[in-house]
T-cell receptor, first 108, second 114 residues
């Protein structure tokens, strides 16, 4: 099956800093989504981005499907950005395979 | 438009018991997927239901079973509970006949097996 690797596993930032999270996958996908899981366990869909670039406020994401990676950019980080960020992928399916996540801690 | 709702929010069971978790899909969605998230790991796909039929299953034993009802709500049943079944169980719904689409999850049910 498809393997999904995320890096870095952990990230500690001061408020206001920028960061880039990476997701590598081992096979062709046409379904790639980024999620944020807050400290209370809620899993929020950030982007549905099988290819190209999207932006939503301080967050943006880019997927280069031909090179099998996706990047999530967080600018001007805030304490509320803390949590775990997951990348999840699939091919012709919405039965997604999740990576192990990047744990982000933002300090004031 | 209401989102995906799950009940109960927390549950404590004893090893060997059976448990039923419930999920109401988002309005207009006919597909429900269930995921298990163990502590410190990413969610893992359990199975999916589309128009009341199982439509794909992950690597989970038969004691994990499900149902989908005519109103597209769903249940996840786990028999003969084991300690390793302790996890956050997440439900997501989609409009399955529109192809690949974003997943939107409920808040989950946290199951503890003692």
């Amino acid at each position: 099956g498809i393997q999904v690797e995320q890096s870095p596993p952990d990230l500690i930032l001061q408020e206001g800093a920028n960061s880039t999270l990476r997701c590598n996958f081992s096979d062709s996908v046409n379904n790639l989504q980024w999620f944020h899981q807050n400290p209370w366990g809620q899993l929020i869909n950030l982007f549905y981005i099988p290819s190209g670039t999207k932006q939503n406020g301080r967050l943006s994401a880019t997927t280069v499907a031909t090179e099998r990676y996706s990047l999530l950019y967080i600018s001007s980080s805030q304490t509320t950005d803390s949590g775990v960020y997951f990348c999840a992928v699939g091919y012709n399916t919405d039965k997604l395979i999740f990576g192990t996540g990047t744990r982000l801690q933002v300090f004031p | 438009e209401t989102g995906v709702t799950q009940s109960p929010t927390h549950l404590i069971k004893t090893r060997g018991q059976q448990v039923t978790l419930r999920c109401s899909s988002q309005s207009g969605h006919n597909t429900v997927s269930w995921y298990q998230q163990a502590l410190g790991q990413g969610p893992q796909f359990i199975f999916q239901y589309y128009r009341e039929e199982e439509n794909g299953r992950g690597n989970f034993p038969p004691r994990f079973s499900g149902l989908q009802f005519p109103n597209y709500s769903s249940e996840l049943n786990v028999n003969a509970l084991e300690l390793d079944d302790s996890a956050l169980y997440l439900c997501a719904s989609t409009r399955g006949d529109s192809g690949v689409s974003p997943l939107h999850f409920g808040n989950g049910t946290r199951l503890t097996v003692t």
